[in-house]
């Protein structure tokens, strides 16, 4: 059964930072890109990163540029979200996905986690 598990999330205050985790089991997943959502209450998941199979490219929705990293081990089958500078609109619930290419839409994702929550206090 393949499984994408998230942790990592939490309670944490405006300025700080989370390191978000994606363990795949199941299948390997060194050649599918891989990507970030998240879903906050009342609104639709977004895309938040993807990268690329081999990690050399990696792309962001504009308003998490500069302060979070998406990267990929391919040999522990983990993909990772580190987030800085975490602010208030940063709250949702953040999902790992799998992908046959780098892309935005969650429709073209064929595997999902259950997600994570992260919080952001102000």
């Known amino acids: 059964q393949v499984q994408l598990v998230e942790s990592g999330g939490g309670l944490v205050q405006a300025g700080g930072s989370l390191r978000l985790s994606c363990a795949a089991s199941g299948r390997t997943f060194s050649n599918n890109a891989m990507g970030w959502f998240r879903q906050a209450p009342g609104k639709e998941r977004e895309f938040v990163a993807s990268i690329n199979w081999s990690g050399s490219n990696t792309y962001y929705t504009d308003s998490v540029k500069g302060r979070f990293t998406i990267s990929k081990d391919n040999a522990k089958n983990t993909v990772f979200l580190q987030m800085n500078s975490l602010k208030p609109e940063d709250t949702a619930v953040y999902y790992c996905?799998?992908?046959?290419?780098?892309?935005?839409?969650?429709?073209?994702?064929?595997?999902w986690g259950q997600g994570t929550q992260v919080t952001v206090s102000s």
């Open positions: 996905a799998a992908s046959d290419y780098t892309n935005t839409r969650p429709y073209e994702y064929h595997y």
